[in-house]
């Protein structure tokens, strides 16, 4: 339920709009691109990024027939100016939902929202909802403002109303320009922004403001999870820095909302099926890139966990997060 595709030809934004930041494609030798922002290279991908057919035989050695695909949040463009934003997320909605209409018993698509103009990003919700995808992937923070932001609540409160989930992936992390050496951003950075837009949610209400708001936590929540006893101890201790907005205990939430399995490690994971419950468990791999689980939950048959648990994060916890039924992929 968590990975990336991109198109495979990108119209050439920095040009027709104007100005920087955007990314373009240089297919530079047979089955490889540089993604690129402006003159500066930012990585090299493989197309297993862009060909579905590739991807389905990669993924099929795996025992795995359905993908839930999403954008590389690279492609956000929060920065941009809010039509050009919309234009971008258009875009990619309709190759996304061309490639679902194709390969509709593989592929599950999340579409992309111009979060940095929320009447923007409610309209195009609701032609995410035409346009027959599941829900939307969304960044941990929009240009630095985080999510529990009233400007957002005509999103959440359309998502509810459309009934689309919602994927939130840590993006435009904290500190990056300080933290370069290392991957560090990756490594620490990541884990941080997940945290982030958690507590943001968490302390600033949106799941009692939104209940039927269905959301999912890349990473098995970063840091989050693992230094819940820590944020607890700091809503117990400074309510009146902490509490100022939901007077509720944090650790209340755990298993309210969703969080993926990517934790390259048995014991984490042991602990994340603790503090969650299977049914809140979903089985991301961030395919294909390194950082993610490109074995597809081997470690996790490797476990000797019930057969119910491994069925509840290879399939179940995904199909009740998207709202969909099983016999739709058979």
């Known amino acids: 339920m968590h990975s990336h595709i991109i198109p495979k030809n990108l119209p050439d934004w920095e040009k027709k709009f104007g100005y920087e930041g955007f990314i373009r494609l240089e297919h530079h030798k047979p089955n490889w691109a540089n993604m690129m922002q402006g003159d500066n290279f930012f990585r ?18 795996y025992a795995t027939q359905v993908q839930v695909v999403c954008t590389i949040p690279v492609l956000f463009t929060y920065f941009s100016k ?13 190759d996304l939902a061309n490639l679902v209409n194709k390969y509709p018993k593989n592929y599950i698509g999340l579409g992309s929202l111009p979060m940095q103009d929320p009447e923007l990003a409610v309209q195009e919700l609701f032609r995410i909802k035409e346009l027959g995808l599941k829900g939307v992937q969304i960044g941990s923070n929009i240009e630095d ?6 400007d957002f609540f005509p999103v959440w409160e359309a998502c509810e109303k459309l009934r689309l989930a919602v994927l939130v992936h840590p993006w435009n992390m904290m500190g990056k320009k300080n933290m370069k050496k290392y ?10 922004e997940t945290s982030r837009a958690m507590c943001s949610m968490i ?30 101890h700091g809503y117990n201790s400074r309510p009146d820095l902490v509490a100022v907005d939901n007077s509720k205990n944090p650790r209340e939430y755990c298993g309210h909302f969703w969080v993926d399995c990517i934790t390259h490690d ?12 299977s049914k809140r468990v979903t089985l991301g791999t961030d395919y294909p890139f ?41």
């Open 82 to 94: 809010p039509q050009d934003g919309l234009e971008v997320a258009r875009f990619l909605n309709d």
């Open 145 to 150: 403002k985080n999510l529990n932001e009233p």
């Open 266 to 277: 048995q014991d984490m994971l042991h602990y994340v099926l603790k503090m969650q419950g």
């Open 183 to 192: 991957w560090l951003p990756w490594l620490v950075g990541m884990p941080a």
């Open 44 to 61: 090299e991908i493989n197309h297993n990024c862009w060909d579905p057919e590739v991807r389905m035989n990669e993924y099929e050695k």
């Open 290 to 330: 390194p950082l993610g689980d490109l074995e597809i939950g081997e470690f996790i048959n490797r476990m000797n966990l019930e057969k119910s648990v491994v069925e509840d994060i290879f399939c179940n916890s995904t199909l009740e997060w998207l709202n969909l039924k099983k016999e739709m992929f058979i």
């Open 203 to 232: 302390f600033g209400g949106i799941f009692d403001k939104f209940p039927n708001l269905r959301v999912n936590f890349c990473h098995a929540s970063g840091s989050f999870l693992s230094t819940i006893g820590r944020i607890e």
